[in-house]
T-cell receptor, first 115, second 115 residues
Framework: NAGVTQTPKFQVLKTGQSMTLQCAQDMNHNSMYWYRQDPGMGLRLIYYSASEGTTDKGEVPNGYNVSRLNKREFSLRLESAAPSQTSVYFC??????????????FGPGTRLTVL | GENVEQHPSTLSVQEGDSAVIKCTYSDSASNYFPWYKQELGKRPQLIID?????GEKKDQRIAVTLNKTAKHFSLHITETQPEDSAVYFCAASPQPSFGNEKLTFGTGTRLTIIP
């Protein structure tokens, strides 16, 4: 099992460019998440998908869109990149079972720089 | 929404001594409290978690305590070793609406073990 994979690992964009970050999991998990990590800010939820076919906004959704392509894949799109979106982006997944407590497994991250 | 505060932001401990990291949360509906460890340049990984029906949980040198009345929980690492050096994040999650867990993370504690 590869677990959670993300592509690319690194990316440099110019202001106004667009790009899509890809995430896939092979653990048959129902729920998937996108976080951004900035120094001193911890991990902040951008969007999540409780199950295939559903997506919801997290804490910091502005400037992003997501697509839950199928059960395995969850992509994050920046339509018009801004320097404030310079960050490390982590995808995560969890079994998504009803009830309390659901371990999230993280991907290796994508380091994005917007000039 | 949930707000999680984590202290201290940095902590230096002599090898072999104990380390304690504390978190407080605001939403009394929260009932799942995981701790993640993130080594430099790596992804966050779950090290221990606790649910609201338990006051303490221990796994070898790591323990977590929960005080629901005071809305705070703590991570205790005993007999610290150099490989414990990392950033530690606490998180809290309320009752799920779809069976998934929306985690709210603290801002992290950088733990340094001094040989």
């Amino acid at each position: 099992n590869a677990g959670v994979t993300q592509t690319p690992k690194f990316q440099v964009l110019k202001t106004g460019q667009s790009m899509t970050l890809q995430c896939a999991q092979d653990m048959n998990h129902n729920s998937m998440y996108w976080y951004r990590q900035d120094p001193g800010m911890g991990l902040r939820l951008i969007y999540y998908s409780a199950s295939e076919g559903t997506t919801d906004k997290g804490e910091v959704p502005n400037g992003y869109n997501v697509s839950r392509l199928n059960k395995r894949e969850f992509s994050l799109r920046l339509e018009s990149a801004a320097p404030s979106q310079t960050s490390v982006y982590f995808c995560a997944s969890s079994p998504g079972l009803a009830g309390a407590g659901d371990t999230q497994y993280f991907g290796p991250g994508t380091r994005l720089t917007v000039l | 929404g949930e707000n999680v505060e984590q202290h201290p932001s940095t902590l230096s401990v002599q090898e072999g001594d104990s380390a304690v990291i504390k978190c407080t949360y605001s939403d009394s509906a929260s009932n799942y409290f995981p701790w993640y460890k993130q080594e430099l340049g790596k992804r966050p990984q779950l090290i221990i978690d606790i649910r609201s029906n338990v006051g303490e949980k221990k796994d070898q040198r790591i323990a977590v305590t929960l005080n629901k009345t005071a809305k705070h929980f703590s991570l205790h690492i005993t007999e610290t070793q150099p490989e414990d050096s990392a950033v530690y994040f606490c998180a809290a999650s309320p009752q799920p609406s779809f069976g998934n867990e929306k985690l709210t993370f603290g801002t992290g504690t950088r733990l340094t073990i001094i040989p």
